[in-house]
């Protein structure tokens, strides 16, 4: 070892104490804290905590709240009993619930579903197997879309997680040469509503199964995009994708096995005239997986989640798409840890 380093916990205490901070702000989600703080900003300690009905004492709710201000999710004049809280730019911003810019929905979820298997990590790595409702045998998909509160959960979280690069792909790909465009997997619709508002000349279709459909028409409706943003209802292992001159799957391949992985580009490509394009929006690993963590993270993820589905780099998927024919891909950058992986037909 060096002489000029010297051992020192504090990384390993920071990440081992990691789920308390996790906790601590999905508990403030979950509260409506920041929603609350946007409607009536500068509030006090007490204001809030009679607000939300806590039992605990003052001082701890005090501690909560200094924590969350420390963590920088709050703003604070003042101190203790005397102390008056406000949003963040960040928290004003994307954890007001009233807003569009919303991005909780992933948090709420976390806090509902993973937040709980997570614990079972361990278990999960030893034998290989989902740590979710699927424990019980029961296929994961189907049990989300069976249930409508737990779908609503599920959509809500894949929105939060995906907005920011949804948003992000509308405005730097270059969508000049095509007119179509079809989200597999579309879920709630607001890839499509965002990219037909970003460009005015494109024609959308959200394309999932039959019970997600009702909520992809209401944001659709929401948006009065219905002359250009459409839904079509069905299971892309079974039926055709619908045609258009680009595919988009945002967190799907991940989801799955490799050569589910493989079966679904195939059919993105079969669905696609000469000169389309695939694109996958992920948390595209590094190809030297040393930095984007989160994808990494995310991948252990799907095996809480999912039978087989892990998360993939860039080299992975040149791979997959030179075997289902594709003739060249490229890397876009998006929103934080995320990218789009773009094969062209």
Known sequence: ??????????NILKIGSG???CKTLLAA??????TKLAAHPDQSAKSLKNQLDLQCTDRHFYDFLDTLTGFGFLSREGILDTAIYSNTIDTEVFLDKNKPSYIGGILEMMNSRLYGFWGNLEEGL????????AKGGI?????????PEKLKIFVNGMTGVQLGNFMAFSKKFDFSPYKTLTDAGGSGAYLSTIVAQENPHMACVSFDLHPVEAIAKETIKKSHLEDRVTTQSGDFFQDPIPAADIIVMGNILHDWNEQEKVQLMQKAYDALPVGGAFVAIE????????ENLFGMMMSLNMLI????GFDYTFEDFKKWAKSTGFKSCELLSLAGPASAAIAYK
Do not use: C, W
Not at 1 to 10: A, K, V, W
């Open 1 to 10: 070892m060096s002489t000029s380093q010297h051992p020192n916990p504090e």
């Open 139 to 147: 296929n994961i998909f189907e049990m989300l879309y069976s249930d």
């Open 283 to 290: 948390n595209i690993i590094d190809n030297d997986r040393k």
């Open 29 to 34: 989600v979950n509260f409506g804290i920041f």
């Open 305 to 308: 989640e999912t039978q087989g």
């Open 126 to 133: 030893k034998t290989g197997t989902p740590q979710n409702e």
């Open 19 to 21: 789920f308390m901070a």
